[in-house]
């Protein structure tokens, strides 16, 4: 369950922050979640739910916002929206997709009381 190992960076890095900016508590956690990064949104809530709890975190709500994944031709350097790993390029129908979005996952902020 690769949603374990990413949701455990996340919760330490916002475990520094709580600590950094003297939080009380966390409300809620904003994340960025690229389309290309498998990540399944119940497996990685339950992970955090796991996670965090008894520890400064729980409670907060996990909101995830999704990056669609984007490709551009190596060739003509267009852009277009990927469908499936189809990696050819609807411009000039060659082969060479350079993947530009949706590998993102990355804390985005965190509201806080
Ligand atoms: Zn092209």
Known sequence: MHELSLISAIIKVLREKVREFNVRRVLQVNLTVGELTNVEEATLNAAFEVCVEGTE????????????????CRHCATEFALVKYRLQCPQCNRQGVEIVAGKEFYLNSMEVE
Request: glycine share 12%; net charge positive; hydrophobic share 50%.
């Open 57 to 72: 975190l729980a409670g907060a709500k996990l909101v995830m916002e999704r990056v669609p994944a984007r490709g551009k």
